[in-house]
């Protein structure tokens, strides 16, 4: 049994990198890469292609996390039927994602932070707080993987 994630931003290149490369150590960690799979999304095709921002990699890599090689890419149709859980950054990509469905009101869809006691992740691209990012990403990250091991029991 395999469990898959998708997370996702807007652009694939600060948020949802953090969140795949955060959950991929953990579950690492935790001996679970052979029960446990992500990757990342953006919304928006703008950055396509592009390799994570460099402050994020520099988060993660103050962590000793790597996310060499990781390149932006868009959320596709497959996405729905390819993973288990679709991860959200914040409610606005929630509802482009929502949008996106193949099957409107058969995808399941939630916030990171839902698993961290609620709210959303803050765009460090725009607010410039990418510790916080981090931060916020590491605790809804705990949270998720928490959920998905007692299903995995």
């Known amino acids: 049994m395999t469990i898959s994630v998708l997370f996702v931003c807007h652009?694939?290149?600060?948020?949802?990198p953090l969140a795949e490369f955060v959950f991929k150590d953990m579950?690492?960690?935790?001996?679970?890469?052979?029960?446990?799979?992500?990757e990342s999304a953006g919304t928006s095709g703008f950055h396509q292609g592009e390799a994570v921002d460099r402050r994020?990699?520099?988060?993660?890599?103050?962590h000793g996390?790597?996310?060499?090689?990781?390149?932006?890419?868009?959320?596709?149709?497959?996405?729905?039927t390819d993973f288990d859980y679709i991860i959200a950054m914040d409610n606005?990509?929630?509802?482009?994602i929502e949008r996106m469905c193949p099957e409107p009101g058969n995808c399941t869809v939630k916030l990171l932070m839902d698993y961290a006691g609620g709210g959303i992740v803050d765009d460090p691209y725009f607010t410039l707080d990418f510790d916080k990012a981090y931060?916020?990403?590491y605790k809804g990250c705990e949270g998720?993987?928490?959920e998905i091991e007692r299903k995995l029991v």
């Open 56 to 62: 994020s990699a520099e988060v993660m890599a103050r």
């Open 135 to 137: 931060s916020d990403i």
């Open 27 to 38: 579950v690492s960690r935790k001996g679970l890469s052979r029960y446990i799979y992500a």
């Open 92 to 96: 606005e990509n929630m509802e482009n």
């Open 65 to 80: 996390i790597s996310c060499a090689g990781k390149k932006s890419r868009q959320i596709q149709l497959k996405d729905f």
């Open 144 to 146: 998720l993987l928490a």
């Open 11 to 16: 652009g694939n290149i600060c948020r949802s």
